[in-house]
């Protein structure tokens, strides 16, 4: 099984400011098949990314994924205040697919 | 518009079965997958397993492989997932989300609170 390991596990930041998130993987996989989704409380994960790079649908181009290998990150270039939530990483190239354990970005 | 719509809030006994559905509309049933996922109170997501539609072949995470079955239903556009010998560790929010093959999941439904409790 792959673990996902997210850092830092909180991100205190202000609206406007630059948000960096990590997704390091316990080992490489297929395709860069890995995914970044958005949760806020009481509401189901929204993707953001898949691929690694790829925006899905709707998604404003503030957010961006990088990365391959094993190490990934999911940018938010200027944060906006919809956007203070929990964030996974999960990959899909190895079963079974697997989820970071989340960093939640907070208002600072 | 794809939507998920899943069954409602549930409270079980320990030792017990749960079964909970997904119904899909909006786009074609048989071309995705539909993976399930947990999320107990204050915790992280957890990848449960997911069917093949079209092949109705699913896989499950090793830890529920002996407890939990998912079906689906091509003629009602309907997922199920049943999960045995219930346990207040199976507390959760179970969600179900449309899954490309090889893919994300990119739409999800809305959750259903499993409440396991004596």
């Known amino acids: 099984e792959i673990l996902l390991t997210q850092s830092p596990a909180t991100l205190s930041l202000s609206p406007g400011e630059r948000a960096t998130l990590s997704c390091v993987a316990s080992?490489?996989?297929?395709?860069?098949?890995l995914a970044w989704y958005q949760q806020k409380p009481g509401l189901a994960p929204r993707l953001l990314i898949y691929?690694?790079?790829d925006r899905a649908t709707g998604i404003p181009d503030r957010f961006s994924g990088s990365g391959s290998g094993t190490d990934f990150t999911l940018t938010i270039s200027s944060l906006e205040p919809e956007d203070f939530a929990v964030y996974y990483c999960?990959?899909?190239?190895?079963?079974?697919?697997?989820f970071g354990q989340g960093t939640r970005v907070e208002i600072k | 518009q794809v939507q998920l719509v899943q069954s409602g809030a549930e409270v079980k006994k320990p030792g017990s079965s749960v079964k909970v559905s997904c119904k899909a509309s909006?786009?074609?049933?048989?071309?995705?997958?539909i993976n399930w996922v947990r999320q107990a109170p204050g915790q992280g997501l957890e990848w449960m397993g997911g069917?093949?539609?079209?092949?109705?072949?699913?896989n499950y995470a090793q830890k529920f492989q002996d407890r939990v079955t998912i079906t689906a239903d091509e003629s009602t556009t309907t997922a199920y997932m049943e999960l045995s010998s219930l346990t207040s560790q199976d507390t959760a929010v179970y969600y179900c989300?449309?899954?490309?093959?090889?893919?994300?999941?990119?739409?999800w439904g809305q959750g259903t609170l499993v409440t396991v409790s004596s």
């Open positions: 069917i093949v539609t079209m092949y109705n072949t699913a």
């Open positions: 080992q490489s996989f297929t395709g860069s098949y």
């Open positions: 999960q990959q899909y190239g190895v079963s079974p697919r697997t």
């Open positions: 989300a449309r899954t490309h093959w090889n893919g994300p999941s990119d739409f």
């Open positions: 909006g786009g074609i049933f048989r071309n995705y997958a």
């Open positions: 691929d690694a790079s």
